[in-house]
């Protein structure tokens, strides 16, 4: 299909703003455009019963900001499922704080609690840090949902692009703990350590995801060439340390027809679907990277956004 009229807009506008692309900046000035940039094409904040931010303790005895979101009261007598987001930016930028919007969202339309996760950045903050800052919160709202009135055997991992890469990971690295997922929503996640793809070759340039500022986040990222090998970096087809794939919580999978990462995330549901694990991909014609949070300004989102909702709804049970 052709790219949806109001998308094109959206490039249009980006193309005429004349603005520098992340990978013309430092990682401290992108953080700035991009904490700037992110809410002007989101949907409306939806109110909330109650929104904390909370700090949650990491292995190495640090702590990272985590935003906790209620739609309505907690159920002291009835638990309520939650989710465990990840927000996307390369591993280098984004918080909590830029997909606000989304996350209420989720909150509001899965009739759950989500637990959004201000994992550590690079340059500063090498891999594996976010993969560890991403599975610690994970482990933390397991260990200590009953304090906040969540279900711990009702619990999803979810993300988008880079936060997408972390809840795959941590899909993974639940099985082999004994934590039981109901859900990995991943939403165009990362999976491949090395863009050699159709898609990435087609779709190099000028839609918004560039190769260059893709190579620029990994730059930032990776600690050498090698970790592009590490499974936790490279789920589709890392090696090093890989593990069998099998047993995992099912997944629901977004992809866009005009991103570079499409084939990945297709590849990705294949290698699921191969491991015995439940999938369904969708993927949404005419869309490209970053649409999940173009809703207040494409239409064409709502349905991306009720769709993922229901795979909510659906894994935790609710009608």
């Not at 390369?90 to 209420?104: I, N, P």
């Amino acid at each position: 299909m052709p790219l949806n009229p109001k998308i094109e807009q959206v490039l249009d506008m980006i193309s005429r703003a004349k603005r520098p692309q992340f990978h013309e900046m430092t990682a401290q000035q992108a953080r700035a455009s991009y904490e700037k940039s992110a809410p002007i094409l989101e949907v409306a904040s939806a109110p909330m019963f109650s929104v904390d931010d909370l700090r949650v303790p990491t292995r190495d005895g640090a702590t990272i900001r985590a935003r906790l979101y209620f739609p309505v009261e907690p159920g002291w007598a009835e638990p309520v499922p939650a989710l465990v987001y990840y927000h996307g930016g390369g591993f280098t930028v984004g918080s909590v704080d830029t997909h606000d919007a989304l996350c209420r969202m989720f909150a509001r339309d899965g009739h759950c609690a989500v637990l959004s996760v201000d994992y550590r950045l690079a340059p500063e903050h090498k891999f594996p840090t976010a993969v560890d800052d991403a599975f610690d919160a994970l482990r933390w709202l397991h260990t200590h949902a009953a304090e906040y009135g969540i279900d711990e055997n009702r619990l999803a991992v979810g993300g988008d692009s880079a936060g997408g890469t972390l809840a795959t990971v941590c899909a993974v690295l639940a099985c082999d703990a004994d934590i039981e997922l109901a859900l990995q929503l991943l939403i165009y996640p990362g999976t491949s350590g090395h863009q050699q793809t159709e898609s990435h070759a087609r779709l190099a340039d000028g839609f918004l995801l560039s190769g260059e500022t893709i190579q620029w986040f990994f730059d930032h990222y990776v600690r050498d060439a090698s970790d592009r090998d590490d499974w936790r970096f490279a789920p589709l087809d890392g090696q090093r340390g890989a593990p069998a794939f099998s047993g995992l919580a099912p997944a629901w999978i977004a992809t866009a027809e005009y991103d570079p990462l499409s084939d990945e995330g297709d590849a990705y549901a294949e290698k699921l679907r191969a491991a015995d694990n439940l999938v369904m991909l969708r993927r949404y014609p005419g869309m490209i990277h970053e649409f999940f949070k173009m809703g207040g300004f494409v239409p064409d989102v709502a349905q991306a956004h009720a769709d993922a909702a229901a795979a909510l709804r659906g894994a935790f049970g609710i009608e």
